[in-house]
């Protein structure tokens, strides 16, 4: 799976984890078709994964926070107006942007971006009429 059949993957089911496993489908399983015994990162494949993965979570279509039991998540865009439904129930780490930023020295660190700092007018508009119960199970949660 490249960068664009992984951005249709995350499209076609809204919500996907990026590498844990949980009720929601992950992503760097789906990227190589198979199951993964312990860290991707250590997989064969793992540069592919991280290559594939980095290109989705860049994406502004794409928001990575901790929805799904506190694991990396990816939202497609279509969603944002039912998580900003959910965000006064929800812990605020859920629905912070965590972006990853590359430092100066070449390490790899998270940046959380917190709710509604990174949520855009069209979706807080379409989220003021959406009923919660909608909302949730549109996330799966």
């Not at 199951?35 to 994964?49: D, F, L, Q, V």
């Not at 969603?79 to 439904?85: E, I």
Request: with cysteine; proline share 7%; net charge positive.
């Amino acid at each position: 799976m490249n960068a664009q059949q992984a951005l249709a993957f995350v499209e076609q089911h809204g919500v996907v984890l990026a590498s844990a496993r949980g009720k929601a489908p992950t992503l760097t399983e789906a990227i190589i078709g198979a199951p993964i015994k312990g860290s991707w990162w250590g997989h064969p494949e793992g540069k592919r994964i991280f290559a594939v993965l980095s290109e989705v979570q860049e994406n502004d279509d794409i928001l990575v926070c901790r929805l799904v039991a506190g694991k990396l998540t990816l939202v497609h865009r279509r969603l944002w107006p039912a998580v900003a439904a959910l965000a006064g129930e929800l812990p605020a780490g859920a629905v912070a942007r965590v972006r990853q930023v590359h430092t100066a020295t070449g390490k790899h660190v998270n940046e959380e971006i917190p709710f509604p700092q990174w949520l855009p007018p069209d979706a807080a508009k379409a989220a003021a009429g959406l009923d919660p119960d909608r909302a949730r199970a549109a996330l799966g949660l």
